[in-house]
């Protein structure tokens, strides 16, 4: 059974990580070493390559301590780490396909901010800040587009009329927004259905 950080501490631990501190980097592998490991099996359904997959999450981010930047919470860092080093091992297997997400996008905005399994799965402020940050770097356009349609509600027509565009040009914003967004979020979707299944288990 593994201890959790509290989040309100992350930011004490990583200044202490970035000092050098042993200690700090001890209490964030007991912490989470169990859960990264159990998910990159799941991943992975390979032990050996889901602990290799971790070990190398964790010596990166020793190696690279000086230069660290979470801006979610370290135990959403660790997750996305091993979420990606994942992928890579399955891209070498050419499996890499079966964990496309073709809905992510509906999934996050009709479901997981509504779930209170979502919000286990990852504090809240980590779901948000993760979409918000995915939103930000959307072109200017389709960005705006996006925020019309998903979060305001709007239809393609009163999109249409409110930016004077046509609704196929509101179409091809959306489409471009969508699929950015499922490059810059399958990792946290990944994770909330980790969890979610987990919990079945």
Not at 96 to 110: M, N, V
Not at 174 to 181: D, F, G, N, T, W
Request: hydrophobic residues 40%; glycine residues 2%; contains cysteine.
């Amino acid at each position: 059974m593994y201890m959790v950080v509290d989040y309100s501490e992350d930011r004490e631990l990583l200044t202490l990580l970035r000092r050098g501190e042993i200690s700090a980097f001890v209490d964030i592998y007991t912490a989470y070493y169990d859960a990264l490991l159990n998910y990159a099996d799941r991943l992975l359904n390979d032990m050996e390559a889901a602990r290799d997959v971790v070990q190398q999450v964790y010596y990166k981010m020793w190696e690279n301590r000086d230069t660290l930047n979470i801006s979610l919470s370290v135990k959403a860092y660790l997750f996305k780490s091993v979420y990606h080093g994942s992928l890579n091992t399955l891209a070498h297997q050419k499996n890499i396909q079966k964990y496309e997400r073709e809905q992510l996008t509906d999934f996050y905005f009709s479901t997981v901010i509504q779930s209170p399994e979502a919000e286990e799965a990852l504090w809240k402020s980590d779901i948000e800040q993760a979409i918000q940050e995915a939103i930000a770097i959307l072109p200017e356009k389709c960005r705006e587009v996006f925020v019309l349609s998903k979060i305001e509600g709007l239809k393609n027509r009163e999109i249409a009329e409110k930016l004077n565009i046509s609704e196929k040009t509101v179409e091809r914003h959306m489409s471009i927004a969508l699929s950015k967004l499922r490059e810059e979020l399958d990792w946290l979707l990944q994770i909330i259905l980790f969890f979610s299944f987990s919990h079945w288990g």
